[in-house]
Structures are given as structure tokens and as C-alpha cells.
């Protein structure tokens, strides 16, 4: 099949989340299997300091977006064997953020990524890729299956092409007030209940799961949960509407970035059969971070966002009881300023077993996953998660909140003790958080029971071999449904 990914941010050109990590991993599987794969992302202003290779191409399109004519330029770049095409139009992306400041979302943002949207479909006639499949992610590529749907469909190019989009989280779901359809050249007419209408606003989410070929999200379970008022962020009619065309699809990891055995980023490497490298990762982090040199004491590991979304608000409230236990916890991450701030006067007060970092230090982070003998992620929602991905993979036993790709990728190892890989809670609570925590470290304690459980969690594949394999499969009932 000819595919073309189309998204806001790939690794490791440009990443605020784990949408980049899916854009980079999901096209180099589908090329492994055999497929011609293509992907395409803004050129942002931070991109040419990622350090990747990036060259010029020839092509250039112009596109009319607010009232005004935007030129645009193609470059290239590679993911492995995967062609990567960057959009390149300096007024709109030369900046060094890809969406907004930390005083707000970019205002500009719908011309912005109109403009992104537009200019990838005239590129595709530029360069003569007739994709079978177009695979969007998330509300800044919405704009592609509604114009190929209410503009595009007659185009004999386009008419082929299945549109398959997905949500990374349907709490971003692109809402602009009603001038920005004008802005981003829709016509109005569409600006109804059965169109890009919500609530007197435009909403580029809603419009592209109600015009997409088919719909995905990123796990079987969320896929379920945000059919509901309690997930659905008010779209679950809408959801539900399209249901027989909505898929959960759980993510993948990529296991060549991410394995213990070769990663360079880690000071011991090791593997479920020889983990005595981990020891010297715990050692070395303790060390580096200033925590007491203890390896039977249990080190807890927490990389995120700071945000409500990711649990804080529990692990914040938590605080004083980890700090009386036999334990040590180390916290990355980054987020809202009122729960960094609320961090940092804890930090400040010195405590011995307690290491708060806040910033995103990358390399820090692996050695984390390498250094934990658990790793904490009490998420109020999340649609997959990557960090209890990586944590199994590192043989970072999760302690996990039941929810979304959480449940569906970590088994409790006190309800199925043959097959548990983890530990997990259902209520959004400090004492269910905690509680579960306690029977991790009482598993703890049992070191030829807790060496099981470490292996069964770098044993699960978390690969994307599967989830490549229903992706080629879905694409091809969505080829089958466009043309049928």
C-alpha cells in the first residue's frame, strides 16, 4: 500500500508528547512489512536545531488562507528507510514552539495549520504520490478529511484514498471561535450540527470524525471510555454516531530506542536474563541525584508531565507519606505552575528520600526507568501512555491508575499473581493510590517472587509489531469501504 502519515510533530525532529513517538515508530514498522510510507510534518523554527539532516527540495505551492497567499517549500528528511517531507513556510512555523508560549495557544493556529493541511494535499499532486491510505493524527491535520470529503470529492487524485484519522487525546480537540472557519476557507455550510459546529464554535475534532473513512484512538480501552459522558469530553454522541467505524488500536513502543540491553543513554545495561546491570543503573542514579546509596531500600521513578491529566494532584497530596517511608522517589518532569510550584516548595524543604526534578533533563530520563525498581503513574485518564511502556521494558514494575491503555497493558500482580506484571487501582483517590503502592513495596519483599514479576514485565511485548499488523489490516477494510 501507499500510505502517507500526516502530522503536527515527529520524533525527533520536533515532540511535545507521545503523538511524535507514534508519527516516527508506527511509519518505520509499516516499512518493514513492506509498504511505501511516507510522512509529513511542519518545519518549525526548532527543527533545524534538532540536528537531524535536512535537505531542500524543488517543489513549492501557494495556498490562500485568511484572506491571504501563503508560499510554501518542501524539505526532506529520513526515519530509517521512511522518506520525512517538511512543510516549510517561515511567517507561520519559523518559530521555536510547534503550538503556543506558557502564556497560551498560538492565536494564529487555525491559518496556521489550514495552511499545513491544504499544502500537503497540493504537494501530493506536486510530487505524483497518490496515497492509498492519508493517516492523520490529532485536531492540527482535522482540516485533510473534511476538505477531501466536502471540497475534494470529485478530485479523481484524491478519490481513491482512504482517510483513516486518530485521536491522540480527545481533550485537544481544536475548538476556534466561529471567524476561523472564513479564516481557514471553509465554506459555511458547514458550520452546522452535522458539521464542524459546536456550540457556536468551530470544532476541527468533531469534523474530521464525522468525514474520516475511519476513526482510531490509541487503545481498545479508551476506545470505550470516550464513548462515555464521564471521557467523552462532549463529543461521545458524535463518538457514538460513527462506533461501527471507531477502532482502539493500542500503541507500540520503539523497542530499538528503547532496550535496556543496548541503550547507551544508561550507565549498566542489562536484559530479563542478566539483570544485575540494573543494581549499578540504581546505584549511579542515587548517586547522581544525592539519594542515600541503598540498593535493598525500594526507588520509585515518576517521568511525566506535571499536569492534572498524569495524577500530580494524588502523588502531591501523597508527598508527606512517602517521605515517612522506607523508600525513595524521584520525580521529572515538566507542566502547570501551580503544581510546579506546589513540587518546589516541597523540594525546598530538603527531604532525604525524596528527589523532585523539575525541567525535562532527556537524559536523566532513561536513567530513571534503569534506576527504578517501580515507577508511579496514577493518571486520572490516558488514552495509552508510553511511560508504562517503557517501564515494563526497563523492568520498572508499574504502579498504575486502571484506566485507558493502563489497563489494558499492566496486569495486577496481587489479583492474577501468575501473570501480573504490575500493580493497579481503580479510584481517583489518594488512599487507593497509596494502597496499591503499599502492596507493591510488601511485594517487594519477597526478591525471588519480585525477580518474576520483573521479568514477566520485561517479557510483554510492547512492540508495535502488533499494532502495525491491525493498522495494515484496518487500512486495507478502509481502502475496501472508500472504493466499495
Known amino acids: 500500500m501507499k500510505i502517507l502519515v500526516v502530522a503536527s510533530e515527529v520524533t525527533p525532529f520536533a515532540k511535545t508528547g507521545g503523538l511524535a513517538d507514534v508519527a516516527a515508530a508506527l511509519p518505520k514498522e509499516l516499512r518493514r512489512m513492506g509498504h511505501d510510507v511516507r510522512v509529513i510534518m511542519p518545519f518549525y523554527g526548532c527543527v533545524a536545531a534538532s540536528g537531524q539532516t535536512i535537505r531542500k527540495a524543488r517543489k513549492s505551492v501557494e495556498v490562500e488562507v485568511g484572506g491571504a497567499l501563503y508560499k510554501g517549500f518542501l524539505r526532506q528528511a529520513s526515519l530509517g528507510e521512511v522518506p520525512l517531507y517538511l512543510v516549510e513556510q517561515r511567517e507561520l512555523f519559523g518559530r521555536d514552539h510547534l503550538y503556543g508560549t506558557a502564556e497560551g495557544d498560538d492565536p494564529d493556529n487555525p491559518r496556521r495549520f489550514a495552511f499545513f493541511c491544504r499544502s500537503v494535499l ?7 504520490f497518490r496515497p492509498d491510505v492519508i493517516h492523520c493524527h490529532d485536531w492540527q491535520t482535522a482540516l485533510i478529511p473534511i476538505i477531501l470529503r466536502h471540497e475534494l470529492g470529485d478530485d479523481p487524485f484524491f478519490a481513491p484514498a482512504a482517510t483513516v484519522f486518530t485521536i491522540h487525546n480527545l481533550a485537544y480537540q481544536g475548538i476556534h471561535p466561529r471567524p476561523a472557519l472564513a479564516e481557514m476557507g471553509l465554506s459555511p455550510a458547514l458550520f452546522t450540527m452535522e458539521g464542524v459546529e459546536y456550540f457556536g464554535r468551530v470544532n476541527l475534532m468533531k469534523g474530521a470524525i464525522l468525514s474520516a473513512t475511519v476513526i482510531t484512538t490509541v487503545s ?25 467505524d471507531l477502532h482502539g488500536i493500542l500503541n507500540g513502543l520503539d523497542t530499538d530506542e528503547w532496550n535496556p540491553a543496548t541503550d547507551r543513554r544508561i550507565v549498566r545495561t542489562y536484559s530479563s536474563r542478566a539483570l544485575a546491570g540494573k543494581g549499578g543503573d540504581k546505584h549511579e542514579l542515587q548517586r547522581e541525584l544525592g539519594l542515600p546509596l541503598a540498593a535493598t531500600v525500594p526507588l520509585i521513578g515518576m517521568v511525566g508531565r506535571i499536569v492534572e491529566q498524569k495524577g500530580i494532584e494524588l502523588v502531591a497530596a501523597l508527598l508527606p507519606r512517602f517521605a515517612a517511608e522506607e523508600l525513595q522517589l524521584v520525580i521529572l518532569g515538566t507542566g502547570d505552575a501551580r503544581y510546579m510550584e506546589l513540587l518546589d516548595r516541597f523540594r525546598r524543604r530538603g527531604v532525604a528520600n525524596i528527589s523532585i526534578n523539575l525541567g525535562f533533563r532527556d537524559p536523566l530520563a532513561p536513567r530513571i526507568y534503569a534506576g527504578s525498581d517501580m515507577f508511579l503513574m496514577p493518571s486520572r485518564f490516558e488514552p495509552c501512555g508510553l511511560s508504562q511502556l517503557i517501564a515494563l521494558r526497563y523492568g520498572a514494575v508499574p504502579i498504575v491508575r486502571r484506566t485507558g491503555g493502563l489497563a489494558d497493558t499492566v496486569v495486577d500482580a496481587t489479583a492474577d499473581p501468575r501473570e501480573g506484571n504490575g500493580f493497579s487501582f481503580a479510584e481517583y483517590s489518594p488512599d487507593a493510590c497509596w494502597e496499591a503502592v503499599q502492596r507493591a513495596l510488601t511485594a517487594c519483599r519477597d526478591r525471588e517472587g519480585w525477580r518474576k514479576i520483573v ?4 517479557l510483554k ?3 508495535w509489531r502488533n499494532a502495525a499488523g491491525e ?6 477494510a478502509a481502502i475496501e469501504k472508500r472504493r466499495g
Open 220 to 244: 481498545p480501552t479508551y476506545c470505550r471510555e470516550i464513548r462515555t459522558p464521564e471521557q467523552g469530553c462532549g463529543l461521545e454522541g458524535v463518538l457514538a454516531e460513527r462506533s461501527g
Open 471 to 476: 493498522y495494515e489490516e484496518l487500512y486495507r
Open 455 to 458: 521479568r514477566r514485565a520485561m
Open 122 to 128: 497540493q504537494f501530493l499532486k506536486r510530487m505524483d
Open 461 to 463: 511485548d510492547v512492540s
